[in-house]
């Protein structure tokens, strides 16, 4: 019965129920009440509200409210009391953590800052660049992906281009050969002046800034929405080194393409032969060296018009006859791709 009545009043004596509230506030007027008036309430049995008559165990006697208030408020006391042990706790367990973080910290991060940071969204990705540039006294080498440069791709990072040349910053820039095509770069350079220096290649590695060789900024994800900043000595030299080399395979572009030696065949169309002798598809090879996949496919055709091929397989076995699968001049043994000609780009 006890049980039973519990599952249907369950509370405490700092709010009884409707039913128990007229029980004990008739006990209290009348000073007992009939045993039988509490069996709908048991909650007042078991809350100590009311306790059998010693004279007249057929009848409740209600415990004294002043009691029950005293219960209760060293109830709210206990309450209150333990949560503030808990609080302290909290408290010096946080502290704790907090003192081995900055231990940590003190552990893994260089003086200069993070020497790994992910830059996540544009702006982001812009300040860090402007913050970097501000810093930049002595040399910029950048490595442009892609086909030709956009004006909107160019004017982005103008202003970073401009205020490095105001304070005497030189800067090296390495493109695709197709970017040789386009007068937004041509104009470009012209404003830079001798400020600037650039070179092309058949293909290029993912996009690279460095900065003063203590920072470099690569793309994180394929949308170019994240970007690392490196600051690990170690990494910064490594890709300076890939840069250097890249470098001098590369041709500057005030210079011309060399001339394939064979008549018919242009250097572009020298270096998607390889490409084709390689395995890739038209897609892979259009990525690779900055151009649409239409363009690329235009290219095939006239390859295999100018090398009398019929087919696919046969334009192959002509590539290799005249030497194309192995002569791309400028091409750098790398396994990296480009990104297409719509990345934009940071600098």
């Known amino acids: 019965m006890a049980g039973h009545g519990a599952e249907e009043h369950p509370h405490g004596a700092d709010r009884l129920c409707e039913a128990g509230d007229r029980v004990y506030s008739r006990a209290v007027r009348r000073g007992r009440v009939p045993r039988t008036d509490a069996g709908p309430v048991p909650c007042l049995l078991e809350l100590a509200l009311l306790h059998p008559d010693p004279d007249d165990m057929d009848y409740l006697v209600p415990t004294s409210p002043q009691e029950v208030m005293t219960r209760l408020l060293r109830g709210v006391y206990d309450e209150v009391s333990e949560s503030q042990r808990r609080v302290g706790s909290a408290v010096s367990a946080f502290e704790w953590y907090a003192d081995l973080g900055r231990q940590l910290n003190a552990l893994a991060a260089p003086a200069e800052g993070s020497a790994i940071r992910v830059l996540e969204g544009l702006s982001r990705i812009q300040a860090a660049m402007d913050e970097a540039t501000e810093a930049c006294t002595t040399e910029v080498l950048t490595v442009q992906p892609g ?55 058949d293909e290029v590695i993912d996009r690279l800034i460095l900065f003063d060789r203590t920072v470099a900024f690569i793309p994180a994800n394929s949308d170019r929405t994240m970007a690392l900043e490196l600051r690990h000595p170690a990494l910064v030299e490594y890709l300076v080194t890939v840069f250097e080399r890249l470098w001098r395979l590369a041709i500057p ?22 490409l084709l002798a390689e395995g890739h598809q038209d897609a892979v090879i259009a990525e690779r060296l900055g151009i649409s996949v239409r363009t690329c496919r235009a290219h095939i055709a006239r390859l295999s018009e100018t090398l009398g ?29 480009a990104p297409d000609q719509e990345s934009p780009t940071v600098l």
């Open 147 to 201: 086909g030709i440069r956009r004006e909107a791709e160019l004017t982005e990072g103008l202003h970073r281009a401009l205020t490095l040349r105001g304070r005497g910053v030189r800067m090296r820039d390495l493109y695709t050969h197709v970017a040789r095509h386009g007068q937004g770069l041509l104009n470009y350079l012209e404003l830079m002046g001798d400020t600037v220096e650039a070179r092309s290649l």
């Open 253 to 274: 572009l005030t210079a011309p393409l060399p001339d394939t030696g064979i008549e018919g065949i242009s250097h572009r169309e020298q270096s998607i032969a390889a």
């Open 309 to 337: 091929a019929a087919s696919r397989t046969q334009l192959g076995v002509r590539i290799a006859q005249v030497g194309l699968d192995g002569h791309r001049r400028g091409r750098p043994a790398s396994a990296l791709t």
